[in-house]
């Protein structure tokens, strides 16, 4: 017995030894891998081995007199035991759990993704999918007059936001008349409602859904309209426009119930419940952590941000399957390695299911929520535009580079104890030089997504103590939630897939002072613009009028002369913005800063516009 224990202790606990684990303490400790290593590989041979070499044993023979052969020699080949095939008891409960909570999860999105409605105008059972839109494109998406947003008044439709709606917002500036808005919901006006604002937003300021549980609702467009108020109600601050939009919405009063409202947090529940049911009484490792990872996958995949769903209601339930099932193969690949290279060193033997449920099992769930866990630090995406622009982030993003580096000391010092820290400096150094290269890509601009951050950092928790749990679970959860809500995305991209619909870095118009004349009954302005610099890289010129393009002009063989724009009106009752940007490819690049035509006829200046980065 004091052998064993040595053993033990030496070489660390086995999956397959009741005893070992019988003897290891409840607390994780830092392991003895390297000898554990060795027991894994070689201990059965060496058991086998000895067997059948032990002296006085007699090599057992058949009953029909064959030659005999020693059974237990593993250089024999042997027909396979039915028993090899068995399932046991705990993996039968695991297959279960997992077979119930995908067909849970597969009857229920259908049901909560479609919202059905009798109206006399819809004359049927309508199912309408989850909506995060706006009736108005950014820029000049709906082109010239708008005309591509069509028809701009006499539709109206039932709809369904999902849950936290509140937090969709934008993550690119956008200029409304002369104001500059940027990380919060488009939500202009109220109760009467631009037509860019977004629907779901626009619905929670006004009361109609809520942002917790979501909710249904009618919208109706009703054309132009003007006097955009700016209030603030039920949480979200709406954007004031003191003129006037060719298109505009508000919710009607009819009273629209959803079959189901959205049930993410109640799914949620059970989903917890049943993955901590599985991390306690689980002591396999495998397991273990394929049931959570396919379990956890499926909600963040088909439940807690479904994404890439058609605006079209009868794929709904066939996109989120196929994101799901095309995301899923390849992750499944990576988990497989994940366990084989991180997991099992960190599970194997731990026999304290309160600290692998608390620790690696909470870690897990709340790195795959970042959504919602992660929600408060003010930083959308790792790139170098996003951190100049968005307040705090570089604040937030050095204070989460120290908290690194102090947990990056502190497995350093565990793997000295080990003596498996210059393996893994090599590796780490292997890395550290992929990222330098990949920086020196001309064109092309590194993006380190979360879930290429969890790859990154995962080798460093192969280790069974009670920070590497919790720190692995953390990391496996920001895998899935990457993984589930958008693919597999290029750790290089060019600087046009990193853009969205941000700003371009192009040149801006030189637009001199305006002619104006307050004729009546009606009155007009007259723009003329310098030519573009040589040698000229545009098409021609883009003017909009209240962020609503209503002029295209393209240069000619010759630039050496400018053009000129006029516009009239036949009232001075409200101000009116103009913004000038250059086209290219027949798309608008960046327009400058508004100036304002005045109620009263007089013309303010636009200010220069800042740098775009």
């Not at 397991?287 to 941000?305: N, P, R």
């Not at 209503?550 to 006029?566: A, K, L, Q």
């Amino acid at each position: 017995m004091n052998g064993h224990n040595a053993e033990a202790r030496d070489y660390g606990p086995r999956e397959d030894d009741a005893t070992s684990r019988g003897v290891v303490d409840e607390e994780a400790q830092p392991l003895n891998l390297e000898g554990f290593e060795i027991d894994e590989t070689n201990s059965g041979s060496a058991q086998q081995h000895n067997a059948s070499t032990r002296p006085g044993r007699t090599p057992e023979t058949t009953n029909t007199g064959r030659q005999s052969v020693d059974a237990e020699d593993p250089a024999i080949p042997r027909p396979v035991a039915r028993s090899d095939f068995s399932v046991s008891a705990e993996q039968g409960c695991a297959i279960a759990i997992i077979v119930c909570m995908l067909a849970r999860d597969f009857w229920i999105t259908p049901h909560y993704q479609y919202l059905y409605r009798k109206d006399q105008r819809i004359q049927r059972d309508h199912p309408i999918p989850s909506l995060y839109r706006y009736f108005w494109h950014a820029k000049n998406g709906c082109g010239l007059d708008g005309n591509e947003c069509q028809p701009f008044n006499g539709s109206s439709f039932a709809f369904r936001c999902p849950a936290n709606c509140a937090g969709v917002q934008l993550l690119n500036p956008r200029m409304i008349g002369d104001q500059e808005i940027n990380y919060r919901p488009l939500v202009v006006g109220g109760p009467v409602y631009r037509g860019d604002s977004f629907i779901c937003g626009a619905a929670i300021h006004a009361g109609v859904v809520g942002d917790f549980d979501g909710g249904c609702g009618v919208v109706s467009k009703i054309g132009k309209h003007d006097g955009f108020l700016s209030t603030t109600q039920n949480g979200i601050s709406s954007v004031g426009f003191d003129s006037y939009f060719p298109v505009s919405f508000t919710f009607l009063t009819d009273k629209v119930s959803c079959r189901v409202k959205d049930l993410r947090w109640i799914i949620l529940a059970v989903s917890i419940i049943f993955t901590t049911v599985i991390s306690v009484f689980t002591a396999s490792p495998m397991i273990h952590f394929a049931s959570l990872f396919i379990i956890i996958f499926a909600h963040v995949s088909l439940v807690s941000d479904p994404s890439g769903i058609s605006y079209h209601s009868q794929s709904v339930l066939a996109d989120l399957f196929s994101n799901f099932i095309g995301r899923f193969l390849p992750a499944a690949f990576c988990a497989v390695v994940i366990y084989m290279i991180c997991v099992k060193r960190t599970l194997l033997g731990l026999t304290a299911p309160v600290e692998k449920t608390i620790l690696w099992l909470g870690g897990c769930w709340f790195g795959a929520l970042s959504n919602y866990s992660f929600e408060w630090i003010p930083i959308s995406r790792l790139t170098s535009h996003d951190l100049e622009q968005q307040p705090g982030a570089k604040l937030a993003l050095a204070i989460i580079i120290l908290i690194i580096v102090l947990i990056i000391a502190q497995q350093i010092y565990y793997f000295r104890l080990e003596g498996r820290l210059p393996r893994y400096l090599a590796l780490y150094g292997i890395f550290v030089a992929a990222i330098l290269v990949s920086l020196a890509l001309p064109g092309l601009n590194l993006r380190i997504h979360h879930y290429i951050l969890a790859l990154l950092l995962l080798p460093g928790t192969s280790m069974q103590t009670r920070p590497s749990l919790l720190y692995q679970g953390l990391l496996v959860g920001l895998f899935i939630n990457g993984i589930a809500r958008w693919g597999f995305d290029p750790v290089l991209q060019t600087a046009g897939a990193l853009r969205g619909d941000g700003a371009f870095g192009s040149l801006l118009p030189n637009i001199t002072a305006p002619l104006i004349s307050l004729d009546a009954p009606t009155s007009n302005i007259t723009f003329d613009w310098d030519p573009p610099p040589m040698p000229n890289p545009y098409d021609g010129i883009s003017v909009l009028v209240n962020d609503v393009e209503r002029h295209r002009s393209y240069f000619g063989e010759s630039t050496s002369t400018g053009d000129t724009f006029t516009w009239e009106r036949t009232a001075l009752e409200m101000p009116e913005y103009f913004r000038f940007g250059y086209l290219k490819e027949d798309n608008g690049l960046d327009y400058t800063n508004a100036g304002i035509w005045n109620a009263n006829g007089t013309w303010t200046q636009m200010a220069p516009k800042k740098e775009s980065r």
